[in-house]
């Protein structure tokens, strides 16, 4: 079973790069149809789709952070990273990632990751 860890700094300051890990265990991020997406939820809104990278290892990005927005990939760690540049106060929120199968639909979400931005 696909199981996913999310890991960062938790105090960014503004103006600075967040850089996020989400490391998976039980399967590999190469797997066909398998979408590796980064979410966040500001607190007292909804979730907010940011981006993914694809099993081939092609990369989506909302069209509203996609200039501050980079997701990458490690194949022989099992690791995504998400990095956003020039970071706001309103970037604050709860970072997760997620497992998404073509096919299968919603596999599993990470436990998320609290994110501070603050001076």
């Known amino acids: 079973q696909v199981q996913l860890q999310e890991s960062g700094p938790g105090l960014v300051k503004p103006s600075q790069t967040l850089s996020l890990t989400c490391t998976v265990s039980?399967?590999?991020?190469?797997?066909?149809?398998?979408?590796w997406s980064w979410i966040r939820q500001p607190p007292g809104k909804g979730l907010e789709w940011m981006g993914a990278?694809?099993?081939?290892?092609?990369?989506y990005y909302s069209p509203s952070l996609k200039s501050r927005t980079s997701i990458s990939r490690d194949n022989a760690k099992s690791t995504t990273y998400l990095q956003m540049n020039s970071l706001k106060p309103e970037d604050t929120a709860v970072y997760y990632c997620?497992?998404?199968?073509?096919?299968?639909?919603?596999?599993?979400w990470g436990q998320g990751t609290q994110v501070t931005v603050s001076s």
């Open positions: 997620n497992a998404y199968h073509y096919g299968l639909g919603l596999i599993e």
């Open positions: 990278i694809a099993y081939s290892g092609s990369t």
């Open positions: 039980g399967g590999s991020i190469t797997t066909n149809y398998y979408y």
